[in-house]
């Protein structure tokens, strides 16, 4: 079971048992909340689990970004190396003709 659910398992617990809940009940979830995230509450990890989410879409989205960039860069490059040998074979042909 991830992090995360347990966290959301313990969440619902604790919002269930709020009103109602004895001080043994609560000693329970104190120490399952100490166990899973020390001293980390479970609102921060939440919150790090959506921005790591957020910062792979961000890497994501740069890692497209170049590819595609370096994709135009090859495309433009093949093109102009298209052109010089096109005018290569052409000058070659006019001085082979003028012989």
Known sequence: MSLEL???ALNSK???AADGAGPEDLAMLA???DRIGGRVTIAEVM???VEA???LTQAQ???IAAIVAVKDDVRQAA???Q???LKSTQFFGLFVASQ
């Open 6 to 8: 347990v966290a959301q």
């Open 14 to 16: 604790i919002q269930a």
């Open 31 to 33: 120490t399952a909340l």
């Open 47 to 49: 919150a790090a689990g």
């Open 53 to 55: 989410k957020m910062q």
């Open 61 to 63: 989205a740069e890692a």
């Open 79 to 81: 093109l102009e190396f």
């Open 83 to 85: 052109d010089t040998a």
